[in-house]
């Protein structure tokens, strides 16, 4: 009821124990705090709180507008009601090494498990489009340099990003990523793969989990969990898909209400009112008011 009972340090820790299992981690990116109550219920092992999404929830393109309280906000929202860890997109953390710090400490604060930093430039863009551009290494590394000495909690997941692979190819890619490494960087989410090869190519490279963006319309296949982890992968994300299922069904919704003057055909197609009371956990409530209710003080003892 309210909140989720799992503490940050206990959704920290379980998930630094389920990366060093070797299990594949799928992470679907919760696009408000219901949703991820939905994830959690379906058997997920994590969620993922996209920029993409925060921006698009916002009706802004995904170029850096957001700001780190909007992120950190939503961050909190998200991961105060699921007992799974989840893990933040934070962009290029939000300006200079001492800005990355100041991001990693308010995400830390907001309960999440995880965040990553990426290696665009400011402003950026969708990992997937191109056009986008890097900073250099020596720049690259100081934001993970920051952000790992910033964090007070030493499960906290400091994951790196690198968006080289679209600019300067594999090569660019897997040096990137071990230098990411080097810095501390706990582990690597490399951009816009073009196959399992460049997967598996960044996987051999490091020792530290490695994460697959299985974002749609983007550069990289849709390939299965079962691919996935047979080149190793640890973690795998899908940003934006529950927003885009979700706005699919409600356009097509819309145009049934414009043809046919009501929503009666598209009633089965909705989460059903009962559904929705049974993920809020209803009944808790109503059982606390109950219990609230029918409570009655001990007289105070007479001195
Ligand atoms: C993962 C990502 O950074 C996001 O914000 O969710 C995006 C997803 C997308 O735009 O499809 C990305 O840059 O890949
Ligand atoms: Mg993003």
């Not at 951009?191 to 090869?197: I, K, Q, T, V, Y």
């Not at 934006?240 to 598209?266: F, H, I, K, Q, Y």
């Amino acid at each position: 009821m309210l909140h989720a009972r799992t503490t940050a340090a206990a959704k920290r820790a379980a998930l630094r124990e389920r990366l060093a299992s070797g299990q594949l981690l799928r992470f679907p990116g919760a696009f408000n705090p219901l949703s991820a109550k939905l994830v959690q219920d379906k058997g997920f092992e994590g969620v993922y709180i996209s920029g993409a999404v925060l921006s698009a929830d916002l009706a802004l393109p995904d170029i850096g507008l957001t700001t780190l309280t909007e992120v950190a906000g939503r961050s909190q929202q998200i991961a105060r009601v699921t007992d799974l860890p989840a893990l933040v997109d934070a962009d290029t953390g939000f300006g200079e090494p001492m800005n990355v710090a100041r991001t990693v400490q308010a995400l830390e604060d907001a309960g999440v498990a995880g965040l990553h930093i990426e290696d665009q430039v400011n402003p950026k863009r969708c990992g997937h489009l191109d056009g986008k551009q890097v900073v250099d290494r020596g720049t690259a590394l100081k934001r993970i340099r920051a952000a790992v000495d910033a964090r007070r909690e030493p499960d906290l997941l400091i994951m790196a990003r690198t968006d080289i692979r679209g600019v300067d190819g594999l090569a660019a890619a897997v040096d990137r990523a071990k230098a990411l490494v080097d810095a501390g960087a706990d582990a690597i989410f490399p951009e816009a793969m073009r196959d399992l090869a460049e997967f598996e190519a960044v996987r051999t490279a490091v020792d530290v989990p490695v994460l697959a963006n299985m974002t749609e319309f983007g550069k990289s296949e849709l390939f299965t969990t079962r691919q996935l982890a047979d080149v190793g992968v640890n973690i795998v994300i899908y940003p934006v898909s529950l927003l885009r299922l979700a706005m699919g069904a409600a356009e097509r919704g819309l145009d049934t209400l414009v043809d046919a003057g009501t929503l009666a055909p598209v009633v089965d197609q909705m989460q059903h009112r009962a559904r929705l009371y049974e993920l809020l956990d209803y009944e808790s409530y109503n059982h606390f008011d109950a219990a609230i209710f029918t409570y009655v003080p001990e007289p105070a003892a007479r001195p």
